[in-house]
Each structure stands twice: as structure tokens, then as C-alpha cells.
């Protein structure tokens, strides 16, 4: 009996691994990244003038970059859960870029949790700022399909931003505080 369960988990691990994800058409593809594009500037524009809620009040800018900072790990998660599996090879060049920078700036967001920040212009604010600003042009450049941007530009402005390395100051901040919460300093190595 409980070789037949091995045997079933086994079975299940391994259909995980090899299922089957449909290609998108490349207007699907491109309607989508169009409407992440407009749904993530709105969010931004909310932080610069943040508007009256349904319950009376209006966020000040902390709260506003803090919700903007989960509109982004919810909306770029969305993109890369749905279209993360596909293979690139299948995706046409501007797509390919779109992917690469959605995975990539979904890891540069999970060092910026701004959820307990408490100034607007404190340092992981700021990165997080000019990082979401950077992928919301960079994606922006890489979609458009005017011949005023060539595919040598595309190539650059997503390979600047694939460099872009994750906020150190808040692995520090983030260390520093375990120790101080447990007492105990954290591993190295």
C-alpha cells in the first residue's frame, strides 16, 4: 500500500514537470503586455496624485507607493505565471525581452518590501521607484512597433536592465533585523 502512494506522488511530481502550455498568439501577447503597460501606469500616476478612495479617504504617498509596490509584484507575477513556461525560442525577439524583464523585476521587487517603510523617501522607496519606472519604459520601448526604435535600441535597453542588480541595503537591513528580533546573527557563506 504505501509503495502504491510513492508510486502515485511520483506520477503527479512528474506530469508537474512536463504539462503542456499552450502558445498565445502574438496578438494575445501583445493586447496583454499593452493592457499590463496601461494598468501599472495608472498605479503610477496614483502614487503622483493619489486619489479619494471608495471610503472618503485618500492615501498619503507612503501608502500610495506602498500599494504600487503590490500592483507590481501582483501584475508582473500575473505575466510571468501565466506566459513564464512558454518556451522563449516560440516568443517573437520583443516578447522574449518582456519575459526576461518581467522575471527579472519580479526578483528585484522581493528585496523591496515596502510594507513597513515608514518615510517616503527612504532608500528602498527611492530604488523601488526609479526600478519600477525603469521596467514600466523598458517594456514600453520593447513593445513598441513604430520603426523609430530599432531592434539594436530594444536589445540595449533590456540588456541595461537585465544588469540591474537587486537592492543590497535591504538584505542588510533585512539581516540586521533578524538579529535584532531573534538575538541571533544570521549565516554567512
Request: hydrophobic fraction near 35%; charge should be negative; proline fraction near 3%.
Amino acid at each position: 500500500m504505501e509503495l502504491d502512494n510513492k508510486v502515485i506522488i511520483a506520477n503527479e511530481e512528474e506530469t508537474k514537470h512536463h504539462r503542456f502550455v499552450q502558445q498565445p498568439t502574438r496578438d494575445l501577447l501583445e493586447r496583454y503586455f499593452a493592457e499590463k503597460i496601461v494598468s501599472l501606469k495608472h498605479g503610477l500616476d496614483e502614487v503622483y496624485e493619489p486619489k479619494q478612495g471608495g471610503d472618503g479617504d485618500t492615501l498619503n504617498q507612503l501608502q500610495s507607493i506602498q500599494a504600487y509596490w503590490n500592483i507590481c509584484r501582483t501584475e508582473v507575477g500575473e505575466v510571468v505565471e501565466l506566459f513564464g513556461d512558454i518556451n522563449p525560442a516560440t516568443l517573437n525577439p520583443n516578447h522574449r525581452k518582456i519575459m526576461s524583464m518581467s522575471k527579472h523585476f519580479l526578483l528585484l521587487l522581493e528585496p523591496l518590501d515596502l510594507i513597513k517603510e515608514k518615510k517616503k523617501d527612504s532608500k528602498k522607496c527611492c530604488e523601488f521607484a526609479e526600478t519600477a519606472i525603469k521596467y514600466l519604459m523598458s517594456i514600453h520601448t520593447c513593445l513598441n512597433n513604430d520603426e523609430s526604435v530599432s531592434l539594436k535600441e530594444k536589445e540595449e535597453i533590456a540588456k541595461a536592465f537585465l544588469k540591474k542588480e537587486p537592492f543590497v541595503d535591504a538584505i542588510k537591513q533585512r539581516s540586521k533585523r533578524d538579529k535584532e528580533e531573534t538575538g541571533i546573527e544570521g549565516c554567512e557563506g
